[in-house]
């Protein structure tokens, strides 16, 4: 209904055209994205690189910190241009960005448990390794006291029998 009557409007004052012309470039104003998208989806993608790399180095509780904090403020800036065309491509950009990281999550969720069961094989493989080392230590230190009470005895042999009124005899060691 505006546009015929805009027009004849044109057709009855010639004067008034600037205002025609105007009221049609309102309306494309209207469908450009606001001044500050730009830095605001360039904040976004900063944030998701962000939490991609926090997954990426296995800090999943600061990545899911980050990412939830970034979908709230992309969720809330996308439905306050929800009228402007093109936003719906915007949508489907950041929603197959955050579908990626939700999947390399789940990646390195799965790879991190791989890992930890590696290690736990690992650990497990070399208990019998670690238990003869202990072992064999044991059973050395058991011989180092063998043979230092042994240099003892030597040592103290002669005097045995003038302090102790009888000759020494050695006591039993088991090997």
Do not use: C
């Amino acid at each position: 209904m505006r546009l015929p009557l805009l027009l004849a409007g044109l057709l009855l004052f010639s004067g008034h055209t600037a205002l025609a012309v105007d009221q049609p470039n309102s309306a494309l104003v209207a469908q450009l994205p606001p001044q500050d998208s730009a830095g605001r989806m360039e904040f976004f993608n900063r944030e998701l690189d962000r939490a991609e790399q926090l997954y990426d180095n296995l800090m999943f509780d600061e990545a899911d910190r980050v990412a939830d904090m970034t979908i709230a403020r992309i969720n809330a800036f996308l439905g306050q241009n929800r009228g402007i065309e093109g936003v719906d491509e915007i949508e489907a950009v950041y929603t197959a960005r955050v579908n990626q990281l939700r999947q390399l999550k789940a990646f390195k969720a799965a790879a991190r448990e791989q890992m930890e069961r590696d290690g736990a094989a690992n650990y497990d493989q070399k208990r019998a390794a670690r238990e003869r080392k202990l072992r064999e230590q044991r059973e050395h230190q058991y011989r180092m006291a063998v043979e230092a009470r042994r240099i003892a005895e030597a040592r103290a042999a002669r005097w045995w029998s003038i302090w102790a009124g009888r000759s020494y005899s050695p006591i039993l060691i088991f090997n």
